[in-house]
Structures are given as C-alpha cells and as structure tokens.
C-alpha cells in the first residue's frame, strides 16, 4: 500500500505541500484537489492518498481557520453547524472508499477517486469560472445569488443567524451542504469543492467568508476522519508529515493573501486550478479501466502519452495557482502601501 521514499518524492512533496497550503489559506477549499492527484502521481494508492491527505489537512486548517478568524473573515457559529452535519457525510464516504478497495483493490480505487475528481471539478469549475468572468467585468461588490436570497426566505424552523456572513437562514438550507461537503471530503479528501460554493451559492454568504468558514469545517472533519482512517491503517505518516510541513507555511502566506483581493480573484484561482487539475485526472482514467479489464490494455506509446499529459497538466496546475496567488497578493501589497503613503501625506498637509 504504500511507496518507497526516495530524496526526490521529499521534495517533491514538500513544494506540493507549500503550494497546497498556499491554496488552502487563500481559497479555503484545503488544496486537496492539488494535494491527493499529486500524491497518487507520485504512487500512493487513492485510499491511501485520500486517508493521508484528510490526516494533514486538520492541522493546517486550525492554522488557517484561525487567522483568517483574527482577520475577521471565518464566521465560526456557520462552520460549527455545517462541521456537525459533515462529520455524517465523512462516515458515508469512508465506508464507500473501504467497500470500494476490499472489492477491486487498488486499481478500483484509483479510477473511483479519479472519476468522481473529473466529474466533480469540471461541474463546480466551470460554474465557478463564470461567475468569476462576470463579476470581474466592471461590477465593484459581489451580489447574493438569486438562489440563495430565495432560501433565505423560507421561514423553516429553526432559524439561524449568522452575523459574520450576515445571513439568517433556516438550518435546513445547511444541512445538505455539509452533509455533502462531508461525503466528498472522506471519499476523495476534498469537501471545499461542495462547501465554499454551497455557502456562497446557496447560503448567500461572500467568497471571504466562505473561504474561511470552510478552514472551521475542515477542521473538525478533518479531525475525526483521521481517527477513522488511522484504525484502518490507510495513513502512510511520511505522506502527512511531508506536505503537512509544507502547507503550513503556505496557508499563513495565502490567508495574508486574501486581505489584499477581490472576492472575483479567489473564485478565478479556484477554478483556474479546478479545471486544470481535472485534466491531469481524466488522462489516468484509461489507465485505470484497462488495469480492471474492463478496456483492452493500452499501447505503450498512448499510456506514455496520457501519463504525460497527467504530470504536466499537475504542474501546470501548481504554476497557475502559485503566480495568480503571488501576483495578486504582491500587487495588492503595493498597492496598499501608496495607499498609506498617500494617506500620510495629505494628514501631514493638512497639519
């Protein structure tokens, strides 16, 4: 189950962590979708890379979760109730996972976990896309979705108000989003594809907020599906540690990160990397499907090629994040720096 650690899988996975957590920190969906296709390209098994991946992340979203808490952005009493219903979905998607590797082993869950991440990251990127172009397109505050100002006026008991994200919504508009936040989380350790676009779209809060209430759900998910992996013994503790030490200083540059955009540059760098990453996991599928027998076994030079287009449509991934998040972040440094200059010299001339 698990891959001999050689100097160059370290470094590897030391950059994926740092690049993972810069993510995490700046988008709030945990860099899984970055993290798990790395891992399994680099020859973890999805289970383990799945298991592994969930064990880093609780950590690294305390880190997060509390200072984008401190910065004003995380609403804490939203992340808390939408955690309680997610640790439902983690139980589900574990015992999915473990059904899934006990019937067609490794191969099984590689193409489980691939397939679900190309469904899954095409569906939420390409909707996230679109709502990045257009409110990039001259529109100064982000709107509530029509979606999510109908929900909330459904009058359901019971009722909860939210003040960090200023909405006041029926406790049953969030269940599903965290019950599905956890499934995807403990099925193939992403759950911020469904939460941070499930507290926006459906919620009504803001990208700002969604991002850093999400670190509060990873969190406490994160957390109890570690002890539940770790029974099973699907956790390879060098994996973990690796990337974990990466991320952590990622997350702290990305949350910093955050205080200097537009929400609009967060849903762009999100599905930049969704889509990108979508295509790194659809070409292993072939793969896949011919080690279950169900296609017949590839050419060598057509699985040469698709393993190719899988590693280096990955590092593009990790490229796009890397430069959109330093830009956006070092321009907006700048930026609020004249700012201040500018400020200081028209008190002093008013002194």
Known sequence: MFFDMTIT???ALLVVGLIGGLLSGFIGSGGAFVLTPAMMSLGAPGAVAVASNMCHKFPKAMVGSYKRWKYGQADIKLGLVMAVTAIIGVEVGIKMQKWILSHWGNAGSNL???VVFVF??????AYVLRDALRSSKGVVEEKTSNLA???QKIELWPMMEFKVAKVRI???VTIPV???TGLLAATIAVGGFIGVPGMIYVVGASAMVASATELVVAFVMGAYGSVQWGISGLI???MTLLILAGSLIGVQLGALGTTYVKDHTIKLVMAAVMLIVALSRGAKVPGYLADLDLIPALKSQ?????NGISFWALIAALAVAGVIISVAMIKGILQDKAEKRQNQGVQEAVS
């Open 9 to 11: 899988k370290i470094i």
């Open 112 to 114: 489980y976990v691939s």
């Open 120 to 125: 899954v990251l095409i569906t939420v990127g």
């Open 149 to 151: 100002l109908s929900l």
């Open 170 to 172: 029926s406790a049953w």
């Open 178 to 180: 965290g019950l599905f």
């Open 236 to 238: 390879d503790i060098r």
């Open 302 to 306: 057509l699985g040469y090629l698709l």
